[in-house]
């Protein structure tokens, strides 16, 4: 059993040793190293390894293993790690990677947990290689090794004394986290940082990451009190569902700046060809990214003015964050001071992600940089403030008559500091201005550093982010003092601060994406027909065929309640006429015929379309049209015969299209834009990963040029039905939960108008899935599991709810903390970020259930059930606690009995957990449910319980 989060004392749980006791630990903090292929060799990558280590201060144990040397660079040498007496924590490892396996099968036997592994050689050398890297994973395996690369640059750890790298550059300490697959970039990045007087608190340098990935430092990283933000350079993602859920706790709680190359072909295949790791579309992973609540950037530099804007006094607190450095022992705190730490602001002036909208104020002296400012916001997306009347009538009342009566706010070249203070006061107050650009030009008249403290002063009375430019050089340099000093972002260049202030609106918008927690399928809607369109599916795959024709298309539709117009296959002109006549055909009710082929994708094209027939002769005649004309175009394609469908006809239409693609990394995407015959030359859409809810959908919706410009009242035409195309959208999205065989679809045309929409054209492509021991496993983001919500009653008659815990969830945590006595909270080491983290969970690897229940019209937290999995995928650790006035109504076996359930449903075998000697109350009440008791060697005080939930591992649906 791993000591993570989950270990369980009396009813409550302790949080405070979580990195000491993560499984990580012995790599980001060890007390013992051992270097294989250590050397004196100069300039080797042995010797340049090992001389950074012990010129980094590490006050631990190191041990040099080289059978060819007595001593190495003045340490003691070892021929093999079973040489060395004393314990070992980490190995490193540089020799050719054919030596490999029996190392790693010598540091198993010897109990080393943590190798890095800096050799090349592996999967990017070829097939001898992969073979060499899938023995090595194998023996790591069965000895429960954990290990970063290979083919990768090492580790920094400046705080531990730690530099396990071949590069010239040692990093300073400081509060940065930086997670690359280059090595090469982390030289660069170094090498920039050095320069810069920039700190960090890791290095991580993945490599072709065989066995440790950007998910697993995230799950560190994220508790780490020496990280404040958290950078990663991504060339490709191994394990989406891994890497989503590491992203999306990670943001919850510290800024995570992204840098993702491979945004072309041909860098992509640069990626693929030096990670081996499947990089995907670069769209998708941006819309992935975006529901992580993460910062996307494109350049390095970039990287760091994000992270520089995000550790500012604005640090957008998502829903509740803090610094570690400033926390007391937990046993000196009450939880209303835990609850209200933010990042060195008072809690009134942290910025809201729920009410934070973006809309920016630029105030200048100077005219041509204020239009500067204003076409860069464009550029960027960024909405400029409208100011109301009110604030016009004040502006008015401290700026001179010329001013520029608009936003940009020109206050004219000679502006005083007190007339910047006031204006800047003034916009802010408008409660359509989210933030402020500040631009100074130095001009004879002009007071650089008084305005800077003035903008100081009003800076610290008000919590909307401030960010400025000061252009120019010596003139100006007291007044960018003045503001590094007091932590407000200041940038050289106007176009600089604008993108400033992007990364805070960016960083705010993609945070409200992150609380979104959608199920699988709308509770809303009717529920699908799931298993009708597997079997049509399935039907479809046992005759070799992988496209679906156009009625089976429909007939999937229907099975999840999408609107579509009526169809069926003609093989024949009279068949055409029969189907032709069962739809209605009439003068006023026309058809359209289409060819059907596997072979041809887009009919139209190939001529295979012929719309508004209206006579029985027209249906016999169209048929053989269709077909000549088809046979001309595609003398290769195999004809079936004929769709004949009704004929929607709208005054009023929009055409939309709505997609469905599997990503080779993060499964299906759905994509909503313009529809019709000219797709690909408008490019107009946006991508979203399911599940979607309506929140998900409407952002989806707004983020094409259709979306937010022509389904509203447009010239002559009434706004479109936006509710039925949301509809549409929610039930694609379960349409992609449920069905992993669809690696293709597309509905085009949509056709939305005031009364609703409905699918004109489908095509569906389909494959058997991929095998998965997960439930959902085809999806990045695990859907929230409605299946495990249950009411109960307690004996004395209160009704309550047991249900998964959500993101939004935060202040009903936040609520139960306050509610915990004294004595509790002295048992508690519990810092804010663990509050956060328990709310943002990954439903594959980790359940949270809670007990609420309505209290004087509110919902209110009773108690929490929790289990984590532990490495070896078969056993969970849990944890117990509930609400002090709660106590002794039995809720306690309601929220286990619900949380073995939840377990023993998704196949784990055994449930495990610690209880103090001294509570008799949890002891027999796990007693009660059959969990074992048992001593714990060297614990006196502890004693550990055990449930078996299952004899054999099958992993099912939640």
Same mark, same amino acid.
């Given at each position: ?329 937990? !046993?000196?705190?009450?939880? %209303?001071? &835990? #609850? $209200?730490?933010?990042? @060195?602001?008072? =809690?009134? +002036? ?109 800076? !610290?009375?008000?919590?909307? %982010?401030? &960010? #400025? $430019?000061?252009?120019? @050089?010596?003139? =100006?340099? +007291? ?480």
């Amino acid at each position: 059993m791993v000591r993570e989060s989950v270990l369980f004392r009396n009813f409550d749980f302790n949080l405070g040793e979580l990195l000491k006791t993560h499984y990580l630990a012995p790599l980001f903090e060890p007390r013992s190293i051992a270097i294989f292929g250590a050397s004196e060799r100069k300039n080797s990558v042995g010797e340049v390894v090992f001389r950074n280590l012990l010129s980094a201060g590490f006050d631990g144990g190191i041990y040099p293993i080289n059978p060819k040397r007595d001593t190495i660079q003045g340490q003691k040498a070892y021929r093999c790690i079973g040489d060395v007496d004393d314990a070992v924590d980490l190995a490193v490892v540089i020799t050719p990677a054919p030596t490999i396996p029996a190392i790693a099968q010598e540091c198993g036997e010897k109990g080393v947990k943590m190798m890095i592994i800096i050799s090349a050689g592996f999967r990017e050398a070829g097939n001898e290689g992969r073979k060499i890297e899938d023995e090595v994973v194998r023996i790591a395996k069965d000895y429960g090794i954990r290990f970063i690369g290979p083919n990768c640059l090492g580790l920094i750890r400046p705080s531990e004394g730690i530099n396990l790298t071949f590069g010239n550059n040692n990093a300073s300490p400081g509060n940065l986290a930086l997670v690359s697959q280059s090595g090469a970039i982390c030289t660069a990045i170094l090498d920039w940082a050095e320069e810069n007087d920039v700190g960090f608190s890791t290095v991580i340098s993945t490599g072709i990451a065989a066995d440790l990935d950007f998910g697993d430092y995230l799950d560190f990283l994220v508790s780490d009190p020496q990280t404040d933000s958290i950078l990663l350079y991504i060339e490709g993602i191994q394990d989406a569902r891994k890497f989503m859920t590491g992203l999306k706790a990670a943001a919850r709680i510290k800024p995570v700046i992204v840098l993702k190359v491979g945004r072309h072909d041909a860098g992509a295949a640069a990626s693929m060809s030096h990670t081996g790791a499947l990089v995907g579309s670069d769209a998708t992973f941006s819309a992935a990214l975006s529901r992580s609540g993460v910062i996307r950037v494109e350049t390095v530099s970039e990287m760091f003015s994000a992270a520089k804007c995000l550790s500012s006094r604005y640090h957008p607190t998502p829903a509740m964050s803090f610094d570690a450095r400033k926390i007391s022992p937990m !046993s000196s705190m009450t939880i %209303p001071e &835990i #609850t $209200s730490i933010s990042s @060195g602001l008072p =809690v009134s +002036s942290s910025l809201n992600p729920s009410t934070y909208n973006g809309r920016l104020a630029i105030i200048t002296n100077g005219g041509g940089p204020g239009v500067m400012a204003a076409d860069k916001a464009t550029d960027l997306g960024i909405d400029l403030a409208e100011f109301s009347e009110d604030t016009y009538a004040a502006l008015n009342q401290v700026l001179p008559s010329v001013w520029s009566h608009g936003n940009p706010v020109d206050v004219i070249g000679e502006a005083p500091p007190s007339r910047y203070h006031d204006a800047i006061d003034i916009c802010l107050r408008d409660p359509g201005c989210d933030g402020a650009v500040v631009i100074l030009t130095p001009q004879a008249m002009t007071n650089p550093e008084g305005v800077a403290e003035a903008v100081v002063e009003i800076a !610290s009375r008000h919590s909307k %982010p401030i &960010i #400025t $430019s000061w252009m120019g @050089g010596a003139q =100006v340099e +007291s007044g960018r003092a003045l503001f590094k000093r007091a932590k407000i972002p200041t940038c050289r260049t106007l176009e600089s601060a604008v993108e400033a202030f992007g990364f805070i609106a960016t960083y705010h918008k993609n945070q409200k994406l992150l609380l979104q927690t959608p199920a699988q399928s709308s509770r809303k809607h009717d529920p699908p027909d799931v298993e009708g369109a597997r079997m049509i599916i399935e039907s479809a795959l046992s005759k070799k065929r992988t496209v679906l024709t156009e009625p089976e298309a429909y007939a999937i539709l229907g099975a999840f309640r999408i609107p579509s117009v009526r169809s069926s296959i003609a093989r024949s002109p009279s068949e055409a006429l029969i189907c032709a006549s069962s739809i209605g055909l009439s003068q006023t009710k026309p058809i359209a015929m289409k060819i059907l082929s596997e072979d041809i994708s887009h009919k139209s094209d190939a001529g295979g379309v012929r719309l508004n027939i209206t006579s029985a002769q027209s249906v016999r005649s169209t048929y053989r049209e269709l077909t000549d004309a088809v046979k001309h175009a595609c003398p290769e394609a195999t004809i079936e015969g004929v769709v004949v469908e009704e004929m929607h006809k709208s005054r009023n239409g929009r055409e939309l299209l709505v997609g469905l693609t599997a990503d080779p990394v993060f499964g299906p995407i759905i994509t909503f834009g313009s529809g019709g015959t000219a797709v690909e030359v408008v490019k107009d859409s946006a991508l979203a990963l399911p599940p979607l809810n309506r929140h998900l959908a409407s952002d989806l919706i707004d983020r094409t040029k259709v979306g937010s410009k022509m389904l509203g009242r447009f010239r002559s035409m009434p706004p479109a039905n936006r509710e039925a195309i949301i509809d549409v959208l929610l039930r694609i999205s379960s349409l992609a939960c449920e069905l992993p065989h669809i690696q293709e679809m597309d509905i085009n045309p949509l056709i939305v108008d005031e009364d609703g929409a409905v699918a004109v054209d489908a095509r569906i492509r389909v494959a058997y899935p991929k095998p998965s021991h997960t439930p959902y496993g085809h999806l990045a983001i695990h859907p929230y599991p409605y299946n495990l919500c249950r009411q109960s009653q307690l004996p004395n008659g209160m009704s309550i709810t047991i249900r998964p815990i959500r993101p939004e969830d935060i202040e009903l945590k936040k609520s139960f903390a306050r509610e915990l006595s004294e004595e509790s909270i002295r048992q508690l080491r519990l810092t804010p970020e663990m509050l956060t983290r328990l709310t943002q969970i990954d439903y594959d690897s980790e359940m949270s259930l809670i007990a609420v229940a309505q209290v004087d019209d509110s919902e209110e937290e009773l108690g929490l059930a929790r289990y984590v999995a532990n490495p070896d995928k078969t056993s969970v650790d849990f944890l117990l606690v509930v609400s002090d006035k709660w106590r002794g109504l039995g809720l306690g076996r309601a929220l286990l009995s619900a949380l073995c359930d939840a377990a023993r449903a998704r196949g784990y075998e055994v449930m495990s957990g610690e209880v103090l000697v001294n509570n008799g109350k949890m002891l027999k009440l796990l007693e009660s449910l059959g969990f074992q008791i048992k001593d714990i060697e060297d614990e006196d005080d502890i004693k550990l319980a055990q449930l078996r939930l299952a004899g054999k591992r099958s992993r099912r649906s939640i």
